[in-house]
């Protein structure tokens, strides 16, 4: 049976890195992006105003203060979006807002709360002169050209993932959209007799599809497009004929249909379909878990991810293994999940020694220290112990038993505000 590790590196071995394409600015968070960006211009274009107030030449407000202020004449005003219409002299100023174009001659701005604008705005009366209290210094509240990005500067490189900072800054330099590794398309099929799509009938005996709308979260989540498939019954047929509108995506993901009972058909599948790559991992939940390729029929391949049936098996395997093979095709770095260090509240038991995943909530104690908390019964198919928690603990295969008051390691599901 293959370690984690072990299964990961085969399954992985199966994937490449997606073709490249033009994606919307909105669209790509997360994406990585194809091509180096490189500026054409300043930003700012021009030096520009950091403050509502009024530009003036430093040395005119010398001595400067709120019980010795100095009138200077009001010549203009400049608005953002506008360009100055004439440029500073001597004993002047002129009202500016934020963002606009410094005045030619002006070196510093003096904010509104400086000068007695109040007491003009109180009077509705617009000012032919303005008290400064403020002595200003050479480029106060000034923003000079090109403080931001300089025109001929490779602002972001190639492979560089896209959050909302980067977003922002393409969107300034005029793109529309960018050139990027596009999205994997993951197909979810569910098997099973017993299962009835959510917002049907309620029937004894049968239960509601919760996989294939947890396993879309994570795909989302990691940065994939899911498809929802339908539901595949119990049969060969059913169960190929289901794949066939799966087959044009990047990852057929099916949960159920692994373990060895007389209706789990999708190992037979895989096999009269593709390849069986590996078949059951060491790890507890999730140890029956299919990887293979199914056979399109052009004759090339896609990646098939078998998944337990269990809600909190298929989970944990998506986790481990699924958002490893996102990571790849979006070609981002295979970086581990943030983990921590806790001491455990209750015991986490090895009963045959594969790895366990403990569903736990991580905390902060009264004493600073970060504490994991059992999310109750740990039996794979109780889905609600895995919204409860927000980590998962790790109990080595080589462990027997991690006691409370001992560290266990946790991958972190989520990064609590309250803690972090």
Not at 102 to 111: G, L, Q, R, T
Request: charged share 25%; aromatic share 4%; proline share 6%.
């Amino acid at each position: 049976m293959l370690s984690v590790e072990e299964a990961r590196e085969r399954i992985l071995s199966y994937f490449d890195v997606l073709p490249i394409e033009d994606a919307s600015l909105v669209e790509s968070m997360g994406q990585v992006l194809a091509e180096d960006i490189v500026a054409s211009f300043d930003i700012p274009p021009l030096a520009n105003s950091a403050m509502d107030g009024y530009a003036v030449l430093s040395q005119d407000t010398d001595g400067a203060s709120k019980d010795s202020p100095v009138e200077l004449r009001v010549t203009g005003v400049v608005a953002a979006g506008q360009l100055p219409d004439h440029p500073l002299e001597p004993g002047t100023a002129i009202r500016i807002m934020t963002g606009a174009p410094i005045p030619e001659k002006a070196n510093a701005v003096v904010p509104f709360e400086d000068t007695d604008e109040l007491e003009h705005r109180e009077s509705g009366a617009s000012p032919n002169s303005i008290a400064i209290h403020l002595q200003a210094e050479p480029y106060d509240n000034v923003r000079g050209a090109g403080e931001d990005v300089q025109a001929g500067t490779t602002v972001f490189e190639k492979g560089q993932i896209l959050r909302a900072g980067e977003i922002g800054v393409v969107a300034s330099l005029g793109h529309a959209s960018v050139r990027a590794i596009r999205r994997p398309v993951v197909a979810i099929v569910s098997t099973g007799d017993e299962l009835l799509q959510p917002g049907e009938k309620h029937q004894p005996g049968k239960i509601f599809n919760s996989n294939a709308f947890s396993i879309a979260a994570m795909v989302i989540r990691y940065g994939g497009i899911p498809r929802i498939m339908g539901i595949a019954r119990d049969t060969i047929e059913s169960l190929e004929s289901a794949l066939e509108g799966a087959m044009d995506s990047d990852l057929v993901v099916t949960s159920a249909g692994v373990s060895k009972g007389d209706y789990d058909v999708v190992k037979d599948v895989l096999s009269s379909k593709g390849e069986i790559a590996l078949w059951s991992v060491r790890m507890r939940p999730a140890k029956p878990l299919a990887f293979g390729v199914l056979e399109r029929k052009d004759g090339t391949k896609v990646p098939h991810l078998g998944l337990p049936g269990n809600p909190v098996s298929a989970m944990v395997a998506f986790e481990q293994f699924g958002r490893s093979a996102i990571r790849l095709m979006m070609g981002k770095p295979l970086a581990d999940k943030p983990s921590v260090e806790a001491i455990m509240d209750d015991p986490i038991r090895n009963f045959d020694g594969r790895r366990v995943y403990a569903r736990v909530q991580v905390y902060r104690d009264e004493s600073g220290e970060l504490r994991a908390r059992s999310t109750g019964n740990q039996s794979s198919g109780v889905l609600s112990s895995m919204a409860q928690a927000n980590g998962l603990a790790i109990c080595p295969d080589d462990i027997g038993m991690i006691n409370a008051g001992e560290i266990a390691r946790v991958e972190m599901l989520d990064w609590p505000d309250d803690i972090f």
